[in-house]
């Protein structure tokens, strides 16, 4: 910082070693708001208890699996024409619905599935309009500390949790430049402190987790990343377990389809006697972008459990 601000100062208006000054001092301030969010996260943690495991009772051994796809935490959604409004309200009603429906279950273990895209934006500028689509204070450390809390109190409701993973999402940034943070570090903040409070196991990686889950393999992926745009076999290839069922399962789109080049193919993009490809419904259904590229759809979660070593799958609607 200082050696560029010397050669800054001793070049005068050289453009090359404004660029340049300009670019640092941005990373700089990113940096310090990142630092910031951490710090308020923690201190808001301090006076916080441990989630204990929720156990409930049950003459079932069936083990659920469920994957939730992009909560965009801090959108704000309005007066649109197909596209259903959304807020922090409405997310809040349908996690809620979300742990009434898996209890009613009664799964010996319940293992959840964040498949990324928690925030909406943590600059407030992904987009140069994200902002005219966010909550008053939707961004920063405090999108980050409603993002915990919302999952901290989702997750308090399940019965018999058993474990919790996460993965990144383009949106989970926290600089404005997706170029800049590829890694989605909001979603490594918030995995830390889940890590630090929970007392279930929490598994987290920015690109892709690949783990055996009642018999089934499971790769778990946001779907923005390039290695998505191959092949389902490539992949399996690469992160699947021979032996095993290998269930890919991606969010990322918003809908129940997954969009391509030349063919719009659906939520089982990919299918085998021993693989499958699903994108995931998204609890998120859209804003203006989408609603003017001219794609809609309706909230949802999946509920997955082992069927003769298979994954059986139930695509669950919610209002």
């Known amino acids: 910082w200082k050696a560029v601000k010397q050669t800054a100062n001793k070049w005068g208006n050289n453009y090359q070693i404004k660029v340049i000054f300009e670019s640092v001092e941005k990373h700089a301030q990113e940096k310090e708001l990142y630092e910031n969010a951490y710090e308020k996260l923690q201190e808001h943690l301090l006076e916080r208890k441990n989630i204990r495991k929720r156990k409930k009772r049950t003459n079932r051994k ?29 997310l809040t009603d349908m996690l809620e619905e979300v742990a009434n429906t898996v209890n009613e279950l009664s799964y010996s273990e319940v293992h959840i599935i964040f498949l990324g895209d928690i925030i909406e934006s943590f600059t407030g500028i992904n987009h140069p309009s994200t902002w005219k689509e966010l909550m008053r204070g939707g961004y920063g450390s405090n999108v980050v500390i409603t993002a915990y809390e919302i999952l901290e109190n989702f997750l308090n409701k399940i019965d018999n949790l058993n474990k919790i993973y996460l993965v990144s999402g383009n949106h989970d940034r926290i600089t404005s430049s997706k170029k800049e943070d590829t890694k989605g570090e909001v979603i490594e903040l918030i995995s830390h402190f889940l890590k630090k409070h929970l007392t279930v196991d929490v598994v987290y ?30 992949i399996i290839w ?3 377990k021979q032996g095993h069922f290998n269930l890919v399962l991606q969010g990322h789109w918003h809908t129940r389809q997954k969009k391509e080049p030349v ?3 659906q939520t089982i993009y990919s299918d085998s006697g021993d693989y499958r490809g699903i994108t995931c419904p998204s609890l998120f259904t859209g804003n203006f972008y989408s609603e ?21 799958i139930f695509d669950i609607p919610l209002d």
């Open 292 to 312: 003017t590229a001219g794609f809609t759809s309706s909230a949802g979660f999946l509920i997955v459990q082992n069927k003769h070593n298979k994954p059986a």
């Open 205 to 234: 990686h920015p690109i892709l987790i690949s783990e055996i889950i009642d018999g089934i393999c499971y790769i778990f992926t946001h779907g923005h990343h390039n290695f998505t745009k191959k092949s389902l076999e490539h």
């Open 263 to 265: 063919v719009n193919m």
């Open 238 to 240: 690469k992160y699947g």
């Open 62 to 90: 069936k083990i659920g699996v469920i994957p939730l796809a992009d909560f965009h935490i801090g959108a704000y959604i309005r007066n649109l024409i197909r596209t259903p409004d959304y807020d922090l309200d409405i």
